[in-house]
Structure formats: C-alpha cells, structure tokens
C-alpha cells in the first residue's frame, strides 16, 4: 500500500495537478492585490484560497503516509521541509495587525513551484552550492571595489565632488560604473574636468575642475574589464561547474549501475572510449598475426 502510494505522489500526474494548484493559488493572491476585485470577489477570493490550504494539507499528508513509518525520511529533503513550514505557517493564529505576514506566506506558496519543476529545483541546488564559492569571489571583487574606491577619491574628489566625495560615494558610484549605467558620464567628468564636462547644471559644485586626460579613461575602463567583465565569467563559471556537479550526482543517484561503478558519465565514456580504441589496436595485432601465420605456411609449402 505504501510504495503504492509512494508511487502515485511521485507520478507525473500528481505533480503536474498540484503544479497547477501552486499557479491558481499565485493568481488568487494577484487577483487580491486589486482592492476593486478584492472588495467585489473578496469573499469568493478567501474560500477559493481556503481550498487550495486544504489541497495542500491533502497533499503533504498524502506523502508523509508514503514513508510509512520512515517519516523522518520525508524530512531530509529540504523542498519538503519547506513545503511543511509554508503550508504549516498558515494556520499560525494571526490576528488583524499580523495579517500582513499571513499574506506574505500565501505569496510563498508560489515558491513551491521551484520545488515541484526539476528543471528549477536544479537551478537553486546550483546556486545554494554555489554560495561559498561565490562569498570568496564577492570578498575578491569588495577588495577590488575598496582600492579603486580609494583611489577615486584621492584622484577625483576636487574635480568631481558628486561622485568621489567620500569612500562611501565613491563606493556607490563605481557600483553604478560596474552596471555599465551611463559610467562613460562620470569617466568624461574625469576626463575633460567638471567645467567642461557633467557640471553644466550645477556648476557651483565644480569648485577645482581638473582634467585627467589618461588617467582618466585608464582608470574607468581597467575597472569596468576587472569588475563587470572578469568577476562576472568567475560568477558564471563557478555556477556551470556546480551545476555540472550536481547533474552528475543525480544522474548517479537515478542509475544504480553507474552508482556501483563508482564512476561518473563522463567517466564512464573515456573508458569506453579508450576500450574501443585498445580493440581496434588487438584486432589490428590479430590480423597482423593471422597474415605472418599464412605466409609461413605459404613458405612451408
């Protein structure tokens, strides 16, 4: 009855009925951001939402009742864990001035969806391995942040003021030249000098205009190749070769052979290739034999 019932919850269709649920229950939190609507239908809007909290009690049920008395097992997989503290969260007493965190965890009945669809379960597995990886790299690029910042600010704070005031301002501003958003502004400010550049409505500020003709452009432009280009692919490598990673474990994980072997995918494919390779080699050996062994009976004769 069990694996029964294991292998129902797990079916295609169970996941694609309750993939479904997960949208109309994000549409109905949509549709009740609307005070027309909500004023109108808001009553329809809360039993339809009441509804769809018992589908998912049903269904969290449903699949504690698969393991049985291995329940704690259901619990290992995170997915499940949030699923239970969402659909858990909802029946909390909230009272009228905690209404809005009720709201918040209707709004977070959404995020099962990544839980649900593969595809996007594999995307966040990356990104939560990824996280210490990526916590170096963003250490590296706030180092990289702090010397330019303090270097804008030793170089350009009299000639430009708005942007390299201060450490603090000169931080914001070199995050702006990062997103590439309108940073050849402040590069010609640097360039050309305030007055004759970038000040034009607020030329009280531009107190010591001071142009940089090659210090200027060689500063903004190592930074932009540094930060948005180089730390950038670092982000995105280390994410394709987690991803890469976790790809292989689950293919493992659903291949007992494979698991047994010890052995990846790709592995297992150099080793074949090189099988091939060592059989074409004998057979070559073989025939090479084969041809001796007849010319000397050739010669016998």
């Given at each position: 009855m069990q694996k029964k019932l294991k292998t129902f919850t797990e079916s295609r269709q169970f996941q694609f009925f309750f993939i479904g649920i997960i949208l109309l229950s994000g549409v109905i939190v949509g549709l009740d951001s609307y005070p027309k609507?909500?004023?109108?239908?808001?009553?329809?809007?809360?039993?339809?939402?009441?509804?769809?909290?018992?589908?998912?009690?049903f269904e969290i049920c449903l699949k504690l009742t698969s393991f049985g008395p291995?329940?704690?097992?259901?619990?290992?997989?995170?997915?499940?864990?949030?699923?239970?503290?969402i659909v858990g969260a909802c029946f909390l007493p909230f009272d009228g001035q905690s209404v809005i965190v009720l709201r918040l965890l209707r709004v977070l009945r959404v995020v099962r969806l990544v839980g649900t669809?593969?595809?996007l379960k594999l995307i966040v597995n990356t990104l939560l391995k990824s996280i210490p990886s990526l916590g170096y790299i963003g250490i590296l690029l706030f180092i990289l942040f702090y010397i330019y910042a303090c270097l804008g600010t030793f170089l350009f704070r009299e000639n430009d003021p708005i942007h390299f005031e201060s450490l603090h301002i000169s931080l914001l501003s070199l995050f702006r030249v990062a997103t590439l958003e309108d940073w050849t502004d402040i590069m010609y400010t640097a360039i050309y000098g305030c007055q004759n550049y970038g000040y034009s409505g607020a030329k009280d500020l531009c107190r010591n205009s001071h142009a940089f003709p090659f210090l200027g452009w060689f500063y903004f432009v190592s930074f932009v190749l540094l930060a948005t280009f180089i730390f950038f692919n670092l982000f995105i490598g280390v994410i394709i070769s987690n991803m890469e990673?976790?790809?292989?474990?689950e293919k493992l994980r659903l291949d007992p052979d494979l698991a047994r072997m010890g052995k990846s995918e790709s592995d297992i494919k150099v080793l074949l290739k090189k099988i091939k390779k060592d059989m074409v080699l004998l057979e070559s050996h073989v025939s090479f034999l084969e041809n001796v062994e007849e010319q000397r009976f050739k010669d016998k004769r």
């Open positions: 609507i909500s004023d109108k239908y808001g009553t329809i809007l809360h039993s339809l939402d009441r509804i769809i909290l018992g589908l998912f009690v291995r329940v704690h097992e259901f619990f290992k997989d995170g997915w499940n864990v949030f699923d239970f503290i669809i593969p595809e990673d976790i790809k292989e474990k």
